[in-house]
């Protein structure tokens, strides 16, 4: 079974931070699918223990806490898009996320994209107040990201304020309804057929 830092190391390796080229190539790995068969070949099998509850003990120090994370809410997507698991750990993430704040385990990360990826189950919520933590926590992030790097964070506090407009306007996300078998509105149905979801935005930069 592979540990915390193992997926750590898929998930931030050296070097990310060079430059902008470099970091924008690390969120297509992240965001556009780039890690799908690195997760699927090596991290099955650890996924399906932390939905278990078998890896809880990761959640004892940051670290730990926020590769938990990164399984719970990203593999899911990874290994399951398309169907209703993709959403199923996302609650639990969010529990985690919320306390891991609370502990101060968020402050303690060393890195903009460490805590990036610590906060991002509060941007997946369908929840008005966690995309307002979101929010908050994202935009203080721009100003601590590396110069060579800032403009994605930019880019990523925006796509949060994206992911909040569609909640105020919705209460949900509606590009999930479909297969978390839920009946779209016809203002629904009017947005998806639009094809203009936030989460499939590019960076332009």
Not at 40 to 56: I, K, N, P, S, V
Not at 80 to 91: E, I, V
Request: glycine fraction near 10%.
């Amino acid at each position: 079974m592979n540990e915390a830092e193992d997926v750590l190391a898929l998930w931030f390796p050296p070097g990310l931070d060079a430059d902008q080229a470099a970091h924008g190539r690390m969120f297509q790995f992240w965001f556009r699918g780039g890690a799908n068969g690195a997760i699927a070949e090596r991290f099955a099998g650890t996924h399906e223990a932390a939905a278990q509850g078998t890896l809880d003990r990761w959640a004892e120090t940051p670290r730990g806490r926020l590769a938990l994370i990164v399984v719970l809410d990203q593999f899911s997507r990874s290994l399951h898009g398309g169907t209703a698991r993709a959403y199923a750990q996302d609650a639990k993430a969010v529990g985690l996320t919320v306390d891991g704040l609370e502990r101060g385990f968020y402050q303690q990360l060393a890195t903009v994209w460490e805590k990036t990826f610590f906060i991002l189950p509060l941007g997946h919520s369908e929840r008005l107040a966690d995309l307002d933590r979101c929010i908050a926590l994202a935009d203080a992030l721009v100003s601590e990201a590396p110069v060579q790097v800032r403009a994605l964070y930019e880019f990523s506090a925006s796509q949060a304020r994206g992911h909040r407009e569609v909640l105020a306007r919705f209460g949900r996300q509606p590009h999930r309804n479909a297969v978390l078998g839920r009946t779209s509105t016809a203002e629904e149905l009017a947005y998806l057929a639009a094809g203009k979801f936030v989460h499939q935005r590019s960076f332009a930069g």
